[in-house]
């Protein structure tokens, strides 16, 4: 990916006010501190959880979160295998992609972590990819945004909920969040970057040796940064203020160096899915598709493995050429005729070509040898409305967000199923679950009283259960505008 497509901002991690670009951490001469008791004091995992959940809400609002059940699924297998092996295995986390080709990427309370797609396409192995992770995970799991509230004395959630995404946002939009940004956090700025340089060497400590533990090569973090050292240099006049003064530096890469060192130096190599998931990603935030499919035709001659034919194939579905990506799919498939992503793509390009009961027939084997899985009861879903089985989505779709409660595109297929079938009320119920996850409350209590309306008897159930709703989206539209007014 060309350099200047990262002019904009050469950022490698951001959290509450620092973009963790400031790489100034002096190698083995942290102490961590005791981060129990006082955090809590300040802050319960509750109302960690809490400020997570209206974060996501306020930056769902204002930027595009990929929602490729596929890439989704992955970054989240690739950071709970890091969580798996941190100090707080327990702790719920969300990994998502964001389309923007700067890269960034940043920590939030509750375990939100987001990740720029131009971040994921400029890592060169998933390890690479891995140590942005690791780093953001010990930034939560030393509970840095509490401590970091604990000197500036501020715990409002809403105003630390709203605090978080405008920082976040600034960094992806620029003026999408200046106002905000400048009306929560005015004058603490200067001092919240400040106390997080500190936060930033504790996260190098704690990230090297998580990368580690969960088998990944601990080398790719100096390397990572060296990368993004060098590509500075050519913006050196026109990079952020913030890098200007906090770049990548020289003793930065040293120290990682040395931590990175303390353990056996090991070849890993990428997974199948790491590299079939940046191909895709490549695919989806390329703005021409022929160019896309020059690209996998050039790489193709020089590695033709599994993973770039694959890209490949994507490539062809995208340019409109369904019956070469159904050759070249069908072809991947006989020889790895369990992999997921490939029956998924030849299912598309049946789709595309309206032969919808070929697709419903690929997601029903596929199914039958992984139930359950998030992408193909979506796609499976998605083909089941298509072919105008809505009985048989709804039903799937219903148990399935039991299982992901909190992801918008299962309640926005939901919604329509249940149009469809005529459920009128459940319909508006679930649309305005997914126009509250995105943000969108008051439109979310606009669905609710339109489904209390076509409920007849007064004392049912679910007449009673959407009107408290109702009284708790208009409780949190009264704080925010109390909020805004303060």
Same mark, same amino acid.
């Given at each position: 990916?060309?350099?200047?497509?990262?002019?904009?901002?050469?950022?490698?991690?951001?959290?509450?006010?620092?973009?963790?670009?400031?790489?100034?951490?002096?190698?083995?001469?942290?102490?961590?501190?005791?981060?129990?008791?006082?955090?809590?004091?300040?802050?319960?995992?509750?109302?960690?959880?809490?400020?997570?959940?209206?974060?996501?809400?306020?930056?769902?609002?204002?930027?595009?979160?990929?929602?490729?059940?596929?890439?989704?699924?992955?970054?989240?297998?690739?950071?709970?295998?890091?969580?798996?092996?941190?100090?707080?295995?327990?702790?719920?986390?969300?990994?998502?992609?964001?389309?923007?080709?700067?890269?960034?990427?940043?920590?939030?309370?509750?375990?939100?972590?987001?990740?720029?797609?131009?971040?994921?396409?400029?890592?060169?192995?998933?390890?690479?990819?891995?140590?942005?992770?690791?780093?953001?995970?010990?930034?939560?799991?030393?509970?840095?945004?509490?401590?970091?509230?604990?000197?500036?004395?501020?715990?409002?959630?809403?105003?630390?909920?709203?605090?978080?995404?405008?920082?976040?946002?600034?960094?992806?939009?620029?003026?999408?969040?200046?106002?905000?940004?400048?009306?929560?956090?005015?004058?603490?700025?200067?001092?919240?970057?400040?106390?997080?340089?500190?936060?930033?060497?504790?996260?190098?400590?704690?990230?090297?040796?998580?990368?580690?533990?969960?088998?990944?090569?601990?080398?790719?973090?100096?390397?990572?940064?060296?990368?993004?050292?060098?590509?500075?240099?050519?913006?050196?006049?026109?990079?952020?203020?913030?890098?200007?003064?906090?770049?990548?530096?020289?003793?930065?890469?040293?120290?990682?160096?040395?931590?990175?060192?303390?353990?056996?130096?090991?070849?890993?190599?990428?997974?199948?899915?790491?590299?079939?998931?940046?191909?895709?990603?490549?695919?989806?935030?390329?703005?021409?598709?022929?160019? %896309? $499919? @020059?690209?996998?035709? =050039?790489? +193709?001659?020089?590695? &033709?493995?599994?993973?770039?034919?694959?890209? #490949?194939?994507?490539?062809?579905?995208?340019?409109?050429?369904?019956?070469?990506?159904?050759?070249?799919?069908?072809?991947?498939?006989?020889?790895?005729?369990?992999?997921?992503?490939?029956?998924?793509?030849?299912?598309?390009?049946?789709?595309?070509?309206?032969?919808?009961?070929? %697709? $419903? @027939?690929?997601?029903? =084997?596929? +199914?039958?040898?992984? &139930?359950?899985?998030?992408?193909?009861?979506? #796609?499976?879903?998605?083909?089941?409305?298509?072919?105008?089985?809505?009985?048989?989505?709804?039903?799937?779709?219903?148990?399935?967000?039991?299982?992901?409660?909190?992801?918008?595109?299962?309640?926005?297929?939901?919604?329509?199923?249940?149009?469809?079938?005529?459920?009128?009320?459940?319909?508006?119920?679930?649309?305005?679950?997914?126009?509250?996850?995105?943000?969108?409350?008051?439109?979310?209590?606009?669905?609710?009283?339109?489904?209390?309306?076509?409920?007849?008897?007064?004392?049912?159930?679910?007449?009673?259960?959407?009107?408290?709703?109702?009284?708790?989206?208009?409780?949190?539209?009264?704080?925010?505008?109390?909020?805004?007014?303060?």
């Amino acid at each position: 990916m060309p350099l200047k497509s990262y002019k904009a901002q050469w950022i490698a991690c951001l959290f509450l006010a620092i973009p963790c670009s400031s790489y100034t951490t002096h190698a083995n001469s942290i102490d961590l501190p005791d981060i129990g008791l006082s955090a809590n004091s300040i802050m319960t995992p509750l109302e960690e959880k809490k400020i997570g959940e209206s974060f996501m809400r306020h930056l769902r609002r204002s930027i595009k979160i990929i929602d490729d059940p596929e890439i989704s699924e992955y970054i989240n297998t690739l950071g709970y295998k890091l969580v798996a092996n941190s100090d707080s295995p327990a702790q719920r986390y969300t990994f998502f992609i964001i389309e923007d080709p700067s890269i960034n990427a940043f920590a939030a309370p509750g375990g939100y972590i987001g990740i720029n797609s131009g971040l994921l396409l400029a890592t060169k192995s998933e390890s690479e990819l891995a140590a942005v992770l690791a780093h953001e995970i010990a930034h939560i799991t030393q509970r840095h945004l509490i401590r970091s509230l604990e000197k500036s004395g501020q715990i409002n959630l809403a105003t630390v909920a709203a605090i978080i995404a405008a920082i976040a946002l600034s960094n992806q939009s620029g003026q999408a969040s200046q106002a905000v940004l400048m009306s929560t956090i005015a004058g603490q700025a200067q001092a919240q970057i400040n106390f997080t340089r500190v936060h930033e060497k504790e996260a190098d400590r704690v990230g090297i040796p998580l990368l580690a533990r969960a088998g990944f090569d601990p080398y790719s973090m100096p390397l990572f940064f060296e990368r993004l050292h060098q590509a500075s240099r050519y913006y050196e006049n026109s990079a952020p203020a913030f890098l200007q003064t906090h770049p990548v530096t020289l003793d930065r890469i040293t120290d990682s160096r040395n931590r990175a060192v303390q353990y056996p130096k090991i070849t890993i190599n990428n997974s199948h899915m790491y590299t079939m998931m940046r191909n895709k990603l490549y695919i989806a935030t390329h703005t021409d598709p022929k160019l %896309a $499919l @020059d690209h996998f035709q =050039k790489i +193709l001659k020089e590695r &033709p493995t599994h993973e770039n034919r694959y890209g #490949y194939a994507l490539a062809l579905h995208s340019n409109g050429q369904y019956a070469e990506s159904r050759s070249e799919l069908n072809k991947l498939i006989k020889e790895e005729p369990h992999r997921i992503s490939y029956l998924i793509a030849l299912a598309h390009t049946e789709s595309a070509e309206k032969k919808v009961d070929k %697709a $419903l @027939d690929i997601y029903k =084997k596929a +199914l039958d040898f992984s &139930p359950h899985n998030h992408p193909l009861t979506i #796609y499976y879903s998605k083909a089941l409305l298509q072919s105008g089985q809505s009985k048989q989505a709804r039903k799937i779709l219903y148990e399935h967000a039991k299982r992901h409660p909190s992801n918008p595109l299962i309640y926005k297929l939901l919604a329509r199923a249940e149009s469809e079938t005529e459920l009128p009320t459940q319909a508006h119920q679930s649309l305005a679950t997914f126009f509250y996850l995105n943000g969108e409350i008051r439109e979310s209590i606009r669905h609710l009283e339109i489904a209390l309306k076509f409920t007849s008897t007064p004392d049912t159930f679910q007449r009673l259960r959407i009107k408290n709703r109702l009284k708790e989206l208009k409780k949190e539209v009264e704080l925010e505008k109390e909020h805004k007014e303060h």
